[in-house]
């Protein structure tokens, strides 16, 4: 089978989609398939390359990579209390002064004027160069079905006009995020575009052959919304990254041995996952149990950005919280492996999973999961997992409960929970894929 994958995020890229897709593309070449990919061109990338067998196609208008630079924050930076080579992390204290003051301005002028009235999210200027390069490949492969990947949302307008010019050729839209009904984090501005997300994903439903999803909640959701055949609307769970099957598990570097390590992997948001809640969390903790205030550290693999800024309203607790920033998918599972408890902190949204909630299982860790809603998606998932402990942030806390918790994990139990991730591994996931390409072949 000959796959076109339209996917903004790829590897090297460091997010959920990147790594979700290039496990799978990946796979299916291993399974014979013939795949080709076309993802987003970052500098000093190849426009053209072949990476696990997966043909790599990379575009970008030169306007978008201009806007990247831009947005590029702080996220990548390391946190005063981490180490590298032995000391601390220091910059040329006046080119990072004029850098970070040049794209203080323009990051302004771009929320004030551009980030207003784009559409449909801030891609869609890699909508026009995705497309002439699919159109080149269109003309010189013989395509049996396209895939296109949100988020973002911009992917599926590539789709869709590939759709317009290529009328029989199938067409399998994926979905991380919801995007017309998303409220905490919407893709532009709703009160702009509100009526017009909602319509033109009407029109991605009628369109492609099927419409995946990972959450039941997330299906129900486009039901309501769209009232859309239940058969057309199909749910793939997240994916447990291939990594965890061999994690090295001895790396002593990441963490103090004598610690009690809480560790946070993942991205925060201000609308719908704030930091606010831990760190209060961490604070109390400290301060009810001794040997908590002695050894408890926290943390934190992501971009630092947000955490950062709520972290100046607990400067009595700075030294314990060590922010990595981004790092790659590799040190994170390393890190989880080497921690003694893992922290989730659940969405105010009941539609959407936390990936790394899949991840943490897999570890056969504790798992300290910290949501604000009843049908809260991480709660679901961690059900019937027997190593966690649910924390209702809207609720008083049973803080002598937590420490205990807390204060156990500190006593290492090596314990895969293999069962509980077992629909979730590659193999399975890849077969659900395969499954719906199939049907769209045979028109099903």
Same mark, same amino acid.
Request: aromatic content about 10%.
């Given at each position: 089978?000959?796959?076109?994958?339209?996917?903004?995020?790829?590897?090297?890229?460091?997010?959920?989609?990147?790594?979700?897709?290039?496990?799978?593309?990946?796979?299916?070449?291993?399974?014979?398939?013939?795949?080709?990919?076309?993802?987003?061109?970052?500098?000093?990338?190849?426009?053209?390359?072949?990476?696990?067998?997966?043909?790599?196609?990379?575009?970008?208008?030169?306007?978008?990579?201009?806007?990247?630079?831009?947005?590029?924050?702080?996220?990548?930076?390391?946190?005063?209390?981490?180490?590298?080579?032995?000391?601390?992390?220091?910059?040329?204290?006046?080119?990072?002064?004029?850098?970070?003051?040049?794209?203080?301005?323009?990051?302004?002028?771009?929320?004030?004027?551009?980030?207003?009235?784009?559409?449909?999210?801030?891609?869609?200027?890699?909508?026009?160069?995705?497309?002439?390069?699919?159109?080149?490949?269109?003309?010189?492969?013989?395509?049996?079905?396209?895939?296109?990947?949100?988020?973002?949302?911009?992917?599926?307008?590539?789709?869709?006009?590939?759709?317009?010019?290529?009328?029989?050729?199938?067409?399998?839209?994926?979905?991380?995020?919801?995007?017309?009904?998303?409220?905490?984090?919407?893709?532009?501005?709703?009160?702009?575009?509100?009526?017009?997300?909602?319509?033109?994903?009407?029109?991605?439903?009628?369109?492609?052959?099927?419409?995946?999803?990972?959450?039941?909640?997330?299906?129900?959701?486009?039901?309501?919304?769209?009232?859309?055949?239940?058969?057309?609307?199909?749910?793939?769970?997240?994916?447990?990254?291939?990594?965890?099957?061999?994690? /090295? #598990? =001895?790396?002593?570097?990441?963490?103090?041995? +004598?610690? %009690? @390590?809480?560790?946070?992997?993942?991205?925060?948001? &201000? !609308?719908?996952?704030?930091?606010?809640?831990?760190?209060?969390?961490?604070?109390?903790?400290?301060?009810?149990?001794?040997?908590?205030?002695?050894?408890?550290?926290?943390?934190?693999?992501?971009?630092?950005?947000?955490?950062?800024?709520?972290?100046?309203?607990?400067?009595?607790?700075?030294?314990?919280?060590?922010?990595?920033?981004?790092?790659?998918?590799?040190?994170?599972?390393?890190?989880?492996?080497?921690?003694?408890?893992?922290?989730?902190?659940?969405?105010?949204?009941?539609?959407?999973?936390?990936?790394?909630?899949?991840?943490?299982?897999?570890?056969?860790?504790?798992?300290?999961?910290?949501?604000?809603?009843?049908?809260?998606?991480?709660?679901?998932?961690?059900?019937?997992?027997?190593?966690?402990? /649910? #924390? =209702?942030?809207?609720?008083?806390?049973?803080? +002598?409960? %937590? @420490?205990?918790?807390?204060?156990?994990?500190?006593? &290492? !139990?090596?314990?895969?929970?293999?069962?509980?991730?077992?629909?979730?591994?590659?193999?399975?996931?890849?077969?659900?894929?395969?499954?719906?390409?199939?049907?769209?072949?045979?028109?099903?």
């Amino acid at each position: 089978m000959k796959i076109l994958v339209i996917s903004y995020f790829y590897a090297p890229k460091i997010t959920p989609r990147a790594f979700r897709w290039t496990a799978l593309c990946e796979k299916w070449e291993e399974l014979g398939h013939d795949v080709h990919v076309i993802t987003g061109l970052e500098p000093r990338q190849l426009r053209e390359e072949i990476i696990g067998g997966v043909k790599i196609h990379r575009v970008s208008g030169t306007l978008n990579l201009v806007r990247r630079w831009v947005l590029r924050d702080s996220n990548y930076k390391l946190n005063k209390n981490i180490k590298e080579d032995g000391g601390n992390i220091h910059r040329s204290s006046l080119v990072t002064f004029l850098t970070d003051t040049i794209r203080k301005v323009l990051r302004k002028i771009h929320d004030l004027t551009w980030k207003k009235v784009y559409w449909p999210d801030a891609m869609v200027m890699w909508v026009w160069p995705a497309i002439r390069r699919a159109r080149l490949l269109l003309r010189s492969v013989d395509i049996d079905v396209l895939i296109t990947v949100a988020h973002p949302f911009s992917d599926h307008l590539v789709g869709y006009l590939i759709r317009l010019a290529y009328p029989n050729l199938g067409w399998l839209a994926d979905n991380g995020d919801p995007f017309a009904f998303s409220e905490g984090l919407p893709s532009n501005n709703l009160t702009l575009y509100r009526r017009v997300n909602f319509s033109f994903e009407r029109k991605i439903l009628e369109s492609a052959n099927y419409f995946t999803v990972t959450t039941e909640e997330t299906k129900r959701l486009y039901l309501t919304h769209f009232g859309t055949s239940p058969r057309k609307i199909i749910v793939i769970p997240p994916l447990l990254n291939p990594l965890l099957e061999k994690p /090295d #598990l =001895n790396d002593a570097t990441l963490f103090e041995k +004598e610690a %009690i @390590i809480l560790l946070f992997v993942g991205i925060f948001y &201000r !609308e719908i996952r704030g930091p606010g809640p831990l760190l209060r969390l961490i604070d109390k903790l400290i301060r009810k149990s001794e040997i908590l205030n002695r050894k408890l550290q926290l943390h934190v693999m992501g971009p630092v950005d947000v955490i950062s800024e709520e972290l100046k309203n607990y400067p009595h607790i700075a030294s314990r919280v060590f922010l990595h920033g981004v790092v790659s998918h590799r040190k994170a599972i390393s890190g989880m492996f080497n921690a003694n408890c893992l922290v989730n902190i659940g969405n105010t949204t009941a539609y959407q999973l936390p990936s790394k909630v899949i991840e943490y299982m897999a570890t056969g860790l504790p798992i300290l999961n910290l949501y604000a809603i009843p049908n809260d998606s991480s709660v679901i998932a961690l059900r019937n997992y027997p190593k966690h402990l /649910d #924390l =209702n942030i809207e609720n008083n806390m049973n803080y +002598e409960k %937590i @420490i205990h918790f807390v204060e156990s994990s500190y006593r &290492r !139990e090596e314990n895969r929970c293999n069962n509980f991730v077992e629909k979730y591994r590659l193999d399975e996931i890849s077969k659900h894929y395969i499954c719906l390409l199939n049907r769209i072949l045979n028109r099903q």
